[in-house]
């Protein structure tokens, strides 16, 4: 299952660069306010199904554009284009994502980003890797040295969704604050030691799912803002566990 995973993200990165330089010709609608997709989403995210129900026709498959597939112990949680603001600006910042959960717990995880060719993956007790090499979160134990990202698309949108109150309250404590827009990349860095924490008020499961396995297996930690271990990947810390604590104290007070 594995290889199998390896082999079909890494085609759906492909496709998404053959999308990309078409840049042009590719239809872009809104889903919400603050949310865009464009064509090349459900086609890539079709492929992917296609290919998963025919080697797998009893697993479950979640994925952004299509919705649930109910089956099996098993479930798929696809974002075709993790990112597509930046995909359809000609931005580097996007990546196709595909995480795995056998009995609600992840066991496997791909994010690809192919405008920068970095293929992350994990497997559950078998460690993470970037381009076939293992990686491990960064050894930076104070929040004063600590680079860490966040989502601000959802500021402005509500109670549940703004982000305003915690970048606030956790921007003075650390050294810089990025956003990529990215869900899975801002996972990703986590785990290879470019950023020391992540999080996001109000993540979708098929954003983050492949992120936060490649964080766990790289020597970090996840949890929701009240420091919890959960898999609904509603809230969303994620860091090199040196500083989670500091994380979860300073955003817990901004629920």
């Not at 996840?222 to 420091?227: A, E, H, K, Q, V």
Request: net charge negative; aromatic share 10%.
């Amino acid at each position: 299952m594995k290889q199998f995973l390896h082999d079909i993200v890494a085609q759906a990165g492909k496709m998404a660069l053959d999308y990309r330089a078409r840049l042009g010709e590719l239809v872009v609608e809104r889903k919400s306010i603050n949310e865009i997709v464009s064509t090349a989403d459900p086609a890539i995210e079709t492929f992917l199904t296609t290919e998963i129900r025919r080697r797998y026709p009893g697993h479950a498959i979640f994925g952004e554009e299509h919705g649930h597939h109910s089956g099996s112990q098993y479930r798929w949680l696809i974002d075709p284009i993790d990112g597509t603001t930046c995909f359809v600006r000609g931005l580097p910042f996007f990546g196709v994502s595909v995480g795995v959960e056998k009995d609600d717990k992840l066991v496997l995880g791909a994010v690809y980003l192919p405008a920068l060719d970095e293929f992350f993956e994990a497997q559950r007790d078998h460690g993470a890797f970037l381009n076939g090499k293992p990686i491990n979160v960064s050894q930076h134990a104070r929040l004063q040295e600590s680079v860490l990202a966040t989502s601000v698309g959802c500021i402005g949108y509500g109670p549940e969704k703004d982000n305003l109150a915690a970048i606030t309250a956790i921007k003075p404590n650390i050294l810089t604050l990025r956003n990529f827009g990215s869900a899975a990349m801002h996972c990703c860095y986590v785990a290879c030691g470019r950023l020391e924490g992540y999080w996001q008020p109000s993540a979708r499961p098929y954003d983050v799912a492949a992120g936060l396995l490649i964080v766990h297996e790289a020597r970090g930690r996840f949890s929701d803002f009240n420091g919890r271990l959960q898999n609904h990947y509603h809230q969303v810390v994620a860091s090199n566990g040196l500083i989670h604590d500091d994380m979860v104290d300073i955003l817990k007070k901004t629920l």
